[in-house]
């Protein structure tokens, strides 16, 4: 019994673990999201105000009759026709790797994990206090120096390591 409640230890460690870098990059792109965002209300913006000031040329951009010369090539007629794609490609979009990993996740839900791991660990801001940088910038690493639990088996204190100013923290 003990055995198996130490292989899902292991198994929720290695999930949360995972979770946690999963949410990281899930951070990052809902930032980068917010920016682009930011960025499009702020052309909009910007375009609106220039419309209003009468700067931008509301006429349409004149196309040249004319193609430039290095478009001009000619078409030679098929002499074959490529068979019907009968196995189009996936649709792209969101991957199975994400559905596996969300079922993954269920599965976690389902435990009872009263005692058994504290999922905040995931949800705490992975910032650098030094000089701001978050998500993928940051790294989770085990410290050897400090060894919270020798049995069942060791486990560490963790530290957050920045790759772009080396801080520790
Ligand atoms: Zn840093």
Redesign the pocket.
């Known amino acids: 019994m003990e055995d198996i409640l130490s292989d899902w230890e292991d198994r929720i460690n290695f999930l949360s673990d995972h979770i946690e870098e999963l949410e990281s990059q899930l951070q990052y792109y809902q930032n980068l999201v917010a920016e682009k965002d930011t960025l499009i209300n702020n052309l909009i913006r910007e375009n609106n105000s220039l419309k209003a000031q009468g700067i931008v040329n509301e006429q349409p951009i004149s196309i040249p009759t004319e193609p430039p010369q290095e478009l001009q090539y000619e078409i030679a007629p098929q002499a074959t026709v490529p068979p019907p794609n009968l196995h189009p490609p996936p649709v792209v979009g969101i991957s199975p790797e994400i559905d596996s990993i969300n079922a993954e996740i269920d599965m976690i839900s389902s435990v009872p994990i009263d005692n058994v791991v504290s999922f905040d660990s995931g949800l705490r801001k992975r910032q ?6 978050q998500g993928f ?2 790294r989770e690493v085990e410290d050897k120096s400090k060894l919270i639990s020798y049995l069942p088996h060791r486990i560490y204190a963790k530290k957050r390591v ?6 520790e923290f």
């Open positions: 650098c206090p030094q000089c701001g940088a910038a940051i920045c790759i772009k100013c080396r801080n």
